[in-house]
Nanobody, 123 residues
Framework: QVQLVESGGGLVQAGGSLRLSCAAS????????SGWFRQAPGKEREFVAF????????YYADSVKGRFTISRDNAKNTVYLQMNSLKPEDTAVYYC????????????????WGRGTQVTVSS
């Protein structure tokens, strides 16, 4: 079993930055691929970024490419999402997720989820 806890959300002006953290406990974190997803009010949960367990391969949604960076520190069992040049449309609850094996951009593939952290970007 894996427990994930997100932190770092908050209110920021457009153009600003935030860094989200996802602390994991339980199963060996280094063997898990991790992803960040977000859900805005009235919308489905959508993929933001993932990082694989083995090579640390990363992949981003087109909407955040060039602005967001996902990284991981296996010694700290933590995954990060650095968010720069934030836009009002980035406002959502951000969720961390983890899975064994290959990373994926689909919510259906992830076994473990955090409870989310709110990010609000004002215009």
């Amino acid at each position: 079993q894996v427990q994930l806890v997100e932190s770092g959300g908050g209110l920021v002006q457009a153009g600003g930055s935030l860094r989200l953290s996802c602390a994991a406990s339980g199963r060996t974190f280094s063997r898990l691929s991790s992803g960040w997803f977000r859900q805005a009010p009235g919308k489905e949960r959508e993929f933001v970024a993932f990082i694989s367990s083995n090579l640390g391969t990363t992949y981003y949604a087109d909407s955040v490419k060039g602005r967001f960076t996902i990284s991981r520190d296996n010694a700290k069992n933590t995954v990060y999402l650095q968010m720069n040049s934030l836009k009002p449309e980035d406002t959502a609850v951000y969720y961390c997720a983890a899975k064994a094996g290959w990373a994926s951009g689909s919510t259906r593939d992830y076994d473990y989820w955090g409870r989310g952290t709110q990010v609000t970007v004002s215009s």
